[in-house]
């Protein structure tokens, strides 16, 4: 697919996403690479103009310059945004107590600390998205491994059987906490389906994706 067509159906995605303002969003694209620029409304909006722009065939990849903008909300300062943030993950029943630490500066949030799946530091992340005053997050929460890299494996193998049409196409590696995933898929939602049931498995800390589109 060449670059003109995927520009028109990234806008035309954008603008079918309710949630978000899209002719506030600026869409290039070279080599099937999407760059995102302009400004949104909220944190929120910036990660789903990534995730609707990704759901776009054709599309490899998305570089992702939006600015975050509160038009309406005067400015928070990063004590009360702090603490806004710390009751929030204190309150979230995917997050284990006491597991995680975090910083404000100028409206981005740092979060760190140490948790057992990655669906758990993903939760933090997203739990944080809708307050008003963050800009940006940077999650550098570690996932602690609790099982045997083959046993990994073989969840993995197992949750791609059960979803994925061709899952034979696929191969995974596991070294250590690390997962990769190689071969091909047809379309890029089965590439993201990949790439999930890599992230669900306990104890994996980072996730190479390797496949490509058929």
């Known amino acids: 697919m060449d670059d003109k067509t995927v520009h028109q159906h990234v806008l035309d995605e954008l ?11 600026g869409v290039t694209v070279e080599k099937g690479i999407v760059t995102l620029t302009g400004r949104v409304r909220n944190y929120a909006e910036k990660t789903i103009a990534e995730r609707v722009t990704l759901r776009v065939r054709g599309v490899r990849g998305v570089v992702e310059r ?12 990063d004590e009360a945004l702090a603490e ?6 204190e ?9 995680i630490s975090l910083k404000v500066e100028k409206g981005c949030v740092t979060l760190d600390g140490c948790v057992p799946y990655y669906h758990q530091k993903a939760a933090a992340d997203k739990a944080l998205r809708r307050l008003a005053g963050v ?5 550098l929460i570690a996932v602690k491994p609790p099982v045997e890299p083959a046993e990994v494996k073989d969840r993995i193998l197992a949750a791609l059987r ?11 590696h596991v070294d250590g906490d690390k997962v990769t995933l190689d071969g091909c898929v047809d379309i890029w939602s089965e590439r993201e389906l990949a790439e999930r049931a890599a992230w669900s498995a306990p104890g994996v800390r980072a996730v190479e994706d390797r496949l490509t589109l058929a």
């Open 15 to 25: 603008d079918y996403a309710p949630m978000i303002d899209a002719a506030q969003i």
């Open 84 to 89: 806004r943030c710390a009751r929030v993950l």
């Open 162 to 172: 059960r979803s994925a049409r061709d899952p034979d196409t696929i191969r995974v």
């Open 135 to 139: 800009t940006d997050i940077v999650n």
């Open 66 to 77: 939006i600015e975050v903008r509160y038009p309406h909300n005067p400015l928070i300062g």
């Open 91 to 99: 309150w979230n029943v995917h997050v284990p107590e006491r597991s």
